[in-house]
C-alpha cells in the first residue's frame, strides 16, 4: 500500500507537506501542490479512510440542523433523511443537534444558530431564511471553522460550503410549462406560495413568470399570494382568490399549505373546473392527485435534501474532504393520478 511517507520521499518534501496537500490544506505553494498530488495519482494512493475513523471515534462532532416550522410535512422526509446518514455516521463520534423553527422569522433563526453555537456544534446543515443577519451569521462561523451546507433554499452571496437541493428556477419553468400546457395556452393564473423571505419560493415564481411571459403570453398571473406555509394560512388565501376571480382557469401551488388550499377548492362553487399544479408528495398532495383536484405534482426528494448534507459535514469534519461542487443538484420528479403511488423510497 502506498504511503505518505513514500509520496514524500518521490516529492522530496516533508510528510506534512503531503498532508496538507492530500487533505487540501492551506500552506503549500501551486507548484508543490501539484506535483503531490500527481505523484499521489500516479502511486494509486488512498487514504486510510477506517484508520482515519477509528481515530475520530475519540472526537465528539455534533452538526447542527435546522429546519423550519414543522407545519410542513414536506420536513418530515428531510428528517427522515437526516435520521438515515446519521445511522451511516454515528460510530465515528458524530452527533446530531435537529432543531426546529416556529415561524419564518430570521430573528429566531438567528436565536437558534446563535444557541446552536455556544452549545459546541462543528458543523450546520441550515435550511437559510434569505435575510443579511443570516447571512453574517453563515460567514461568522464559516470564519471561526465552523463549516456550513445549505439545502431545500441558499442564500446568496454567503461563506457556506455548499448547497444541496433543486435547480429551483428550472422547476418553477417546469410549472409553468405544465400549467401553459394544461390551459393550451390561454387563460388567468394565481399562484399561492410561502414567503418571500425564503430565497427558492421567490426563485420558482420567477422561473413560472419567466415561462407565461416567454411561452404563454396568452395567460394572464391575476395575483400571488403568500400563505406562509400553513395550511390555515393557504385555505383562506386560495378561498379568497376564488371567490375574487370566479373566471379563474389555473392555480399554481408553490410550497406547502397544500392541504388547506385543497379544502379550498373543494368548498368554491368554481374550484373543480381549475386547473391546479403544486409541488411536493405529501399524504394530502397525494391524496388531491387522486381526486382529481391536482392534475400535476412536483417533487423535491427531500429524503436526499435531509441526507445528503449530513453526509457531505460528516466526510468534511472526519476526512478533510472538500466538496468538490458548490450545488448538489436534486432532481425534479413529476406526478400524475396515474404514477403518484409511485413515490420515493
Known sequence: MVTIREIARIAKVSRGTVDKVLNNRPGVSDEVRERVSGIAKALGYKPNIIGKALANQKKAFLIGVIVPPDSNPYFEDIKRGVNAAYDEVKYCGIQIDYQVMRSLEPKEQLGIIEHL??????????????????????????????????????????????????????????????????????????VVFGSRSILSHNQRIEGFTAVMRQDYPGIEILEMVENL?????????????????????????????????????????????????????????????????????????????????????????????????????????????????????
Open 117 to 190: 453555537v455556544d452549545k459546541g456544534i462543528t458543523a450546520l446543515a441550515l435550511n437559510p431564511i434569505n435575510d443579511d443577519m443570516i447571512r453574517d451569521a453563515i460567514d461568522e462561523m464559516t470564519g471561526g471553522g465552523i463549516p456550513v451546507v445549505t439545502f431545500t433554499s441558499d442564500i446568496l452571496r454567503s461563506r457556506r460550503l455548499c448547497f444541496v437541493g433543486l435547480d429551483v428556477v428550472k422547476s418553477g419553468r417546469v410549472a409553468g410549462e405544465l400549467m401553459g400546457k394544461l390551459l393550451q395556452g390561454k387563460g388567468k393564473v394565481a
Open 229 to 345: 406555509d400553513r395550511d390555515d394560512v393557504s385555505f383562506e388565501v386560495t378561498l379568497s382568490l376564488l371567490e375574487r376571480y370566479p373566471d379563474l382557469d389555473g392555480l399554481c401551488l408553490m410550497s406547502a399549505g397544500i392541504g388547506g388550499a385543497g379544502r379550498a377548492i373543494k368548498l368554491a362553487e368554481n374550484g373543480y373546473g381549475i386547473k391546479v399544479v403544486s409541488f411536493d408528495f405529501i399524504p394530502e398532495t397525494v391524496e388531491l392527485v387522486k381526486e382529481g383536484i391536482i392534475d400535476f405534482t412536483i417533487g423535491q426528494n427531500p429524503f436526499m435534501q435531509g441526507y445528503q448534507p449530513i453526509k457531505i459535514l460528516s466526510d468534511y469534519l472526519l476526512f478533510d474532504r472538500v466538496p468538490q461542487v458548490d450545488f448538489y443538484r436534486i432532481s425534479n420528479e413529476i406526478k400524475i393520478k396515474q404514477n403518484i403511488d409511485e413515490l420515493y423510497v
